[in-house]
């Protein structure tokens, strides 16, 4: 079992930066990969950036840009840096991790419990 807790959330203005954190309770260097999700009142959940074990990074059109995710293994954490905050990004933030079982190879991954991100004037 691996938790993951996230934080860096807030109440920002528009235009300001954010770093979350995702802090992991085990290991991450063997995560098949990792992700930032987020979900707005009345929406489903989003993927908004990702990141492999091998530091491939994929983002949401909406972000490109803006937030860059990263992974720092040694310290089990990944990261997401928030530039350029619009309203539109508010919203609770999730970290996921994704790994590939040893012999099954079948996909499992654990949430964190999500962060608020606010953007307002």
């Known amino acids: 079992q691996v938790q993951l807790v996230e934080s860096g959330g807030g109440l920002v203005q528009p235009g300001v930066s954010l770093r979350l954190s995702c802090a992991a309770s085990?290991?991450?260097?063997?995560?098949?990969?990792m992700g930032w999700f987020r979900q707005a009142p009345g929406k489903e959940r989003e993927l908004v950036a990702a990141?492999?074990?091998?530091?491939?990074?994929s983002y949401a059109e909406s972000v490109k840009g803006r937030f860059t995710v990263s992974r720092d293994n040694a310290k089990n954490t990944m990261y997401l840096q928030m530039n350029s905050l619009k309203p539109e990004d508010t919203a609770v933030y999730y970290c996921?991790?994704?790994?590939?079982?040893?012999?099954?190879?079948?996909?499992?991954?654990?949430w964190g419990q999500g962060t608020q991100v606010t953007v307002s004037s």
């Open positions: 990141i492999t074990s091998g530091g491939s990074t």
């Open positions: 085990g290991s991450i260097s063997s995560a098949n990969a």
């Open positions: 996921n991790a994704q790994y590939i079982a040893t012999i099954s190879g079948k996909p499992y991954s654990y």
